[in-house]
């Protein structure tokens, strides 16, 4: 066997990634709509070599309408910094850490904006949902 030189290995970070984060909250959209509005990720790697992750809002009933709500990525090999662009406030976040970025993705989700398109996508999906005549006896 050839001699070691790179010493003994370190252990894996416990690093929470932010596409984890977003897909947390693409569940939780789900579930706090019925599933009226989706949450769905994009990710991949850009030509500059950063990885990036998109959050869209779909609505099933509106023919699978999306909104690119925002864009986050970082550069390799480190997931921290990681930039967060809020299409919908026109907004862009540096954040060093998860708990930032947790905050940061809070502040746009409850954000006036933000809570004006759900209410928008909301009433346009319900208004396309067939409504239910009662029986007449």
Not at 83 to 109: C, W
Request: hydrophobic share 35%.
């Amino acid at each position: 066997m050839p001699k070691n030189l790179w010493g003994n290995i370190p252990e894996a970070q416990s690093v929470r990634l932010p596409s984890t984060i977003l897909q947390e909250q693409a569940e939780v959209i789900g579930e706090l709509t019925g599933g009226t509005i989706r949450g769905e990720l994009n990710s991949g790697t850009d030509t500059d070599g950063d990885i990036f992750c998109t959050f869209n809002m779909i609505v099933p009933s509106l023919n699978n309408y999306r909104y690119k709500l925002l864009l986050t990525y970082y550069r390799p090999p480190f997931v921290y910094p990681s930039t967060i662009n809020d299409l919908a406030n026109k907004e862009s976040y540096k954040v060093e850490d998860s708990n930032a970025f947790e905050g940061a993705l809070q502040q746009i989700l409850t954000s006036n904006n933000v809570r004006n398109v759900l209410s928008s996508l909301l009433a346009q999906a319900r208004s396309t949902q067939p409504h239910v005549q009662a029986k007449k006896k």
